[in-house]
Nanobody, 124 residues
Framework: QVQLVESGGGLVQAGGSLRLSCVASGRTFREYIMGWFRQAPGKERELVTAIGRNGENTFYVDSVKGRFTISRDNAKNTVYMQMDSLKAEDTAVYYC?????????????????WGQGTQVTVSS
């Protein structure tokens, strides 16, 4: 069992930056592929970015490429998402998630554990 706790959301002006953090409980953090999802009002939840177990692989949805950066510190059981050049369309609830089982492609498939979500609001 893994518990995930996000932090770092808030209100920011367009063009600004935020850094989200997600701390995981348990001793097997390094065995999980980690992802950040988001869900905006009236829209489906989407995978924004993911990172492999050792940080060697990353995935970004096209809309955030060049603006968001995912990283992880396995010694701290923490995954981060640096969000720069934020846009109004980035406004959403952001969720940290974890999965152990790989898939094809590696970043897709079912994520088993979820955080409670943190609100990011970008004002234009």
């Amino acid at each position: 069992q893994v518990q995930l706790v996000e932090s770092g959301g808030g209100l920011v002006q367009a063009g600004g930056s935020l850094r989200l953090s997600c701390v995981a409980s348990g001793r097997t953090f390094r065995e999980y592929i980690m992802g950040w999802f988001r869900q905006a009002p009236g829209k489906e939840r989407e995978l924004v970015t993911a990172i492999g177990r050792n940080g060697e692989n990353t995935f970004y949805v096209d809309s955030v490429k060049g603006r968001f950066t995912i990283s992880r510190d396995n010694a701290k059981n923490t995954v981060y998402m640096q969000m720069d050049s934020l846009k109004a369309e980035d406004t959403a609830v952001y969720y940290c998630s974890a999965k152990m089982v790989g898939s094809i492609p590696w970043y897709r498939g079912r994520y088993d554990y979820w955080g409670q979500g943190t609100q990011v609001t970008v004002s234009s």
